[in-house]
């Protein structure tokens, strides 16, 4: 199967569409129109048409290290460890 940055499914059955869109290995699929990019949607290719994410919440995580930071603001001990 061809990997890509874009491909287009035209048909009235939107079942259809999106069984034939989650195959694709496409980092975008229009579904009853091509090309249209909205600036909160991710977008990218697979392959050699690139590795990673632009533009969205998604492509914002490629730049971001996510971090748990826990404070417990009143200690007790709780048995877990010996005293």
């Keep these: 199967m061809a990997a890509g940055r874009a491909a287009g499914v035209f048909t009235q059955d ?3 569409a999106h069984r034939v869109a989650g ?3 496409h980092g975008t699929v229009w579904v009853n129109d091509f090309h249209p990019y909205l600036p909160q949607a991710e977008w990218g290719g697979f392959g050699r ?3 990673g994410r632009e533009l969205g919440r998604i492509g914002l995580a490629e730049y971001q290290e996510a ?3 826990y404070h417990n603001i009143d200690p ?8």
């Design 49 to 51: 048409s690139g590795v």
């Design 23 to 25: 195959r694709l290995r």
């Design 14 to 16: 939107a079942g259809r």
């Design 67 to 69: 971090k748990h930071i």
């Design 76 to 83: 007790k001990v709780t048995g877990w460890f010996a005293d």
